[in-house]
């Protein structure tokens, strides 16, 4: 209460933050992760917390087994609604990104993301030049349960075509996320996702992949994933699993 002038004034009540459906405090890794789906989460690390995500996949196709890993991607919380990324993926390319979460209201939340990755793979798994991605992010939900999630991403990226010569392109890279939270600590999703070109002279790609994500304490996430590619050369379906922290 305030005193002024002998009078006894009650203070008109501060309104209420609205509910933020990325975790409040601390990032709740259901909503913040961005893996094990294509697409990226509209959620930023909160202030000071450090998120690690890191998984491994094995994909079959016409040229036989490939392994995927460490799939390391490690999100800093440098101020409110900004994040710095390092990415950070063993014997393919690595390189940095950003993170800025422009808005949410109490269940809907949009963002950008920018990453940059240079050649500094393996001789069989670089890209040989590097790839700038920029997406935006925005969710929201379908009932109490369900949800839906898109990335529209526009990425410059650095390939070799059928004939052997390599150049730079330019690509969409859309992706459409539906998940089933039952319960605070378990969520599924199914994703479809696309690139318009994946090499200078074409070859579009899409894919579709399921995933099972645990939360088995607050601040680790495990997850199980599958899925399947195509483009007009190849098709090759995936299996992996993961995990997520925050610090």
């Known amino acids: 209460m305030i005193l002024i002038f002998g009078a006894m004034l ?9 509910p933020d459906p990325c975790g409040g405090t601390h990032s709740n890794l259901l909503a913040a992760l961005d893996r094990p789906s294509i697409g990226y989460s509209p959620c930023a690390a909160k202030p000071h917390e450090t998120v690690v995500e890191a998984g491994y996949s094995n994909a079959a196709g016409a040229s036989g087994l490939l392994a995927t890993y460490p799939q390391g991607f490690i999100r800093y919380g440098a101020a409110r609604n900004l994040e710095v990324d390092v990415l950070a993926n063993g014997r393919f390319d690595s390189g940095i990104g950003a993170k800025y979460e422009w808005w949410h209201d109490d269940t809907r939340a949009f963002a950008t993301d920018f990453l940059y990755t240079v050649p500094t793979g393996g001789a069989a798994f670089t890209a040989g030049g590097p790839i700038a991605t920029v997406n935006a992010d925005y969710a929201f939900p379908l009932s109490s349960r369900f949800g839906f999630a898109a990335t529209l991403g526009a990425q410059s990226s650095y390939a070799a075509a059928l004939n052997g010569s390599a150049g730079r392109f330019f690509s969409l890279l859309p992706s459409f ?3 089933d939270q039952w319960n605070p600590r378990a969520q599924a999703f199914v994703e479809l996702y696309g690139q318009t070109r994946t090499r200078p002279d074409g070859g579009a790609l899409l894919g ?3 995933a099972f994500q645990y939360i088995l304490a607050p601040q680790l996430e495990l997850d199980l994933e599958m899925g399947r ?3 007009d050369v190849t098709r090759s379906h995936y299996v992996g699993f993961g995990f997520g922290a925050r610090f």
């Open 177 to 179: 996320v539906v998940s």
């Open 229 to 231: 590619t195509a483009n």
């Open 10 to 18: 009650t203070a008109a009540p501060s309104p209420s933050p609205s």
């Open 208 to 210: 579709g992949d399921a």
